[in-house]
């Protein structure tokens, strides 16, 4: 019967894949992906979404995807960059306490607000938390975090703070160093570089200055990572192109 079972599970995720190959080299599928992410942002769609009864500033499936790899690598720590209301620090919260191994998520902000850090406080996974207010680049801020880190440490980090291409710079080249081998650094919103120019208007972020420009830099350089092909491809409405980044060494 065991058997049985796996063989059906294997077939099925053999077609999955097969799906998501044919899928990442349709040329329409991703326009009309980018589309659908440009028109939806005249609403702010990012918004929409609460977890735990507590905003979470993701696309759907960028959730269920960072939901995939806490579960496959089992981090001890989560470092994210970038709180607000602080559903995402929360949904974290949540998944170290299904994972069972006490983990702790460190959440940084340069400002939390009083009804946010509230609202942190009241839920019931706020054990799991420790939040940090100052700049994510200050060394300040990585000297606290660091003391958290322990020889095994598992480490993964999310950075989704200042979306400028400078700070995310500096952003990756400070965390990189905290992610540890299997683990992911997930460096977000670099969907604005395909976006149409001038389309934040009241922010810094455009074509050219951007998450995505940071992560391409680091790369070309960077060896120890690589870019989860799979998890991208299968996302196709995503904030984080190519910024699933697998440290490999
Ligand atoms: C996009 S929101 C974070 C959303 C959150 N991660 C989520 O998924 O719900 C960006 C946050 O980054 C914070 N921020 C901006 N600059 C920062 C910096 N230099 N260091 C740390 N946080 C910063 C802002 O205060 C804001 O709360």
Known sequence: MKNTKSKVLKN??????????LMSSDRELKRKSLDWMVHADKYKYTYN???????????????????????????????ETGIAHGGSIIFSATMMELIGNQGLVIGVDIDIRKHNRIEIEKSKFNKSIKMI????????????????IKKDTKVMVFLDSNHTYSHVKKE???????????????????????????????????????????????LKKNKNFKIDRKLNDKLSITETFDGYLKKIK
């Open 12 to 21: 099925f995720q053999k077609r999955v894949e097969k799906n998501i190959k």
């Open 49 to 79: 979404y609460r977890w735990m009864g507590i905003p979470v500033i993701k696309f759907p499936n960028d959730i269920v995807a960072l939901q995939e790899i806490i579960w496959k690598v089992k981090p001890d720590i989560i470092i």
């Open 133 to 148: 207010e100052g700049s994510s680049v200050s060394q300040k801020t990585i000297k606290i975090i660091k003391n958290f």
């Open 172 to 218: 990756i080249e400070l965390y990189s160093k905290l992610v540890t081998k299997n683990s992911y650094l997930v460096v977000e919103d670099s969907f604005s570089e395909f976006f149409p120019k001038n389309h934040f208007k009241n922010r810094p972020v455009d074509v050219g200055n951007n998450p995505m420009i940071a992560i391409k830099e680091f």
